[in-house]
């Protein structure tokens, strides 16, 4: 029990917390993409999936705290490792910026989580608790708004970005393919640009289609 709790406190288990709970959101990304994609075989079927996740309560109410107690731990964490490496920093660095290996993805991680927990309370305050049979025609009379798809196409670049560095940042954690580094940043970055682009085509379907969840 004592190692444990010293396992969590340590900077290497915080760091694979950190990994396991980006994970669990990455998962729900990827369940939440695949519920959406509904949408594109018309709003008859999107509303067929918003009933079926509706007429299973317990197991949405199960996965949802459990959504919610991962994102918490991811927050927390990210506000540590923040001022931990903030603590690390030298004074005046002269070095190069995007010397040891960072990238955007990694120098904006604490900005984009940001604009993704502002995105979701947006999201949630757009969408929640919605029912089923009204859900096709308010996202899409939301999502037709251009300032509302323009809030959504700039929060999406946002979450592209901080998955792209997250999915990588995942298995350095977990001590995953430690020898392909390369390999494992460039599918990560393929992985996120695809699910941004794919979360975006809603929006911009909406936007642009007069038939699109009609
Ligand atoms: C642009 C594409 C998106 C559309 C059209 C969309 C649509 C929706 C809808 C209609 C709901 C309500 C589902 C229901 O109660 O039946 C929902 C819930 C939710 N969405 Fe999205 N969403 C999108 C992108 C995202 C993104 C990118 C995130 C995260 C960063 C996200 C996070 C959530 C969360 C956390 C919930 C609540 C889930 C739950 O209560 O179980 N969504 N979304």
Known sequence: MVKQEAFIYSSIGRKALMAISGAFLGFFLFLHLLGNSAAFWGAGAFTTYAAGLHSLPVLVLLFEAVLLSFFIIHII????LYYENLKARPRRCL?????????WGSRTMPYTGIIILLFIIFHLLMFGGVKPVEIAALVRHDLSRPITALYYFISLAALTLHVSHGFWSLWQSLGIGLRHTDLLRKSSLTISIIGGLLFSLIPLLCLLSPDFLR
């Open 77 to 80: 964490l990210a506000v540590i």
């Open 95 to 103: 070095c190069r910026k995007n010397a040891g290996g960072r990238t």
